[in-house]
Structure formats: C-alpha cells, structure tokens
C-alpha cells in the first residue's frame, strides 16, 4: 500500500488541493483505531478511516471544506443507528486542510510507525518462503528474508522486503531484536533444527514457527532434548505452522494461515525467558 505521505506530496506537487482525515479519538467498538486516516480530494481519496457512513460523512465533509476554504475542523460520531453503523462505539475525526507542514508530520508518523513495526526473519527462499513473502510484504512487519542461495531469491522482490544473502544464517538472528519473530522453512532439516534450536535458546520470541508435520516437530524435540536444552523451550515452538486449516498444502494458503498466527502472536505481550549465555553456534549451508 502506497504510504499517504507519498500519495500527499505528489499532490502538492501537483497543486492539488487535500484534507487530511485522522482518527482522533476511538472509544469502545470502532472499525479503525487512533492515528488512522485518508486523505481527501476533489476527485480522489487515500487511505481509509473505515469505511461505511462514518467515512462517507467524512469525505463529503472534507469536499464542503475544499470548496469553502475551511483550513481546519472536527467530527464528532456515536456509531449508532443515526450513522446507520451497529459498531456501537464512538469516532473524533480531525480535518486538516494539507500543506507542507502536514506533509512533514505525516512523514513523521509514518516513520516512528515504521520503527516500531515487529520484525520477522523468514529463513527459505524456496516456493513456501516466496508465496511466505509476498502475503507478507503488505503486513505491518519489518520481513528479513534470508537465504543462502542468490537462485532461490525471484528476480523481484516484493517492495519492502529485506533480502539477505548469506551463508552464516545465523548471524542475522543473532542481530535480531527482542520481540522478533522467526520462520524457518529452509532447505534442510537439519539447517531448520539449527536456526529453531538457536532462536528457541533466545528465550526473547515472539513467534518461532518451523515448517513440517507432526512428525518433524517430534524428531526435532528429540534432537533437542539429547542436546541438553531446556524442555520447557519448546511449548515457544509453532510446529506444524498454519496448522488451523490441515489437509491444504499449496504455498499460498499456508501462507495465509501463518499470516494469521504471526499477528495474533506479535500482538500478544512478550514475557522473555532468561537468554542462556552460551552463544550460538555459526550454520554455513
């Protein structure tokens, strides 16, 4: 999705006139948060304050104030049966008529948004990593996509996707930050043992998830255990991953699946587990 800062600056350039739309204040049931917004044109939006009456009571009220000169205003709106919204929650929108100086905050916006994005270090680049790449390269995520093999990685990767071609593939999760999430879907059974083990051992994830059945996860705690690590690590272990829908294999909807249980586990609070002090051993594939 094109950033509104990107959308709005080619609009100044072009001296086309823009209210910027945000979401003030969201109290109770509301179908966008805080911070949300669009901007509004004569003959163009960007963006979306979530939809139905509420932002078609928005975009005609950012028109009237195109047309009147108004440089700034504000919506106040119970999502009831006046708005014909069942939400039952209650919507500030703030309106600003766009100018450099807004372009500026919003660039600052979505920078700090960007910095506090969680981070995902997807390890494969084979047909599972690719379709894994593109559902989330949309995702509000900060996705480092690793390999070792330059021929896995497609000639296009998509916008916003960090490609890291190395062959110590365990020397970016040892970078990573606390909080991080981790995907391991590489080539190898033993390489996926190594990096699961390493980012178990963190005590620090939020999701480590390994492709592979039932089968391999009981293989995997096995070759854990003789190892001497600790055993209560592995309840951090999502093995099968995108097990919600089982029987489906193809790349895309397991894709989908995992998608899902990677929001659900960034947005639940981090309660780390003490990092043991051993260091991670190097992999080379």
Known sequence: MTPLSTTLSDWLLQDRPAILVTVAEARGSTPREEGAGMLVGREACAGTVGGGRLEWTAIA???????????????????????????????????ERADPGTLAALE??????????????????????????????????????????AQEFPETIPAGVERILTDSLL??????????????????????????????????????GMIGSATKRAKFERWFRARGREVNALAGLTCPIGAALTGDKRPEVIAALVAAELLVAFARPLTPSPRPPTPARSVHS
């Open 61 to 95: 009220t950012a028109r009237r104030m195109l047309e009147d000169g108004s440089a700034a205003g504000t919506l106040d709106l119970a999502l009831g049966p006046a708005t014909g919204q069942c939400c039952g929650g209650h919507v500030v929108l703030r309106l």
């Open 108 to 149: 600052e916006r979505e920078r700090r948004a960007r910095d506090a994005r969680p981070t995902l270090l997807l390890f494969g680049a084979g047909h599972v990593g690719r379709a894994m790449a593109a559902a989330f390269a949309p995702l509000p995520l900060r996705l480092l996509w690793i390999d070792g093999r």
């Open 171 to 208: 020397d970016p999760l040892a970078a990573a930050p606390a909080g991080a999430g981790y995907l391991v879907l590489t080539h190898s059974h033993a390489l996926d043992f190594e990096i699961a083990e390493a980012a178990l051992r963190r005590g620090d994830a939020a999701y480590v």
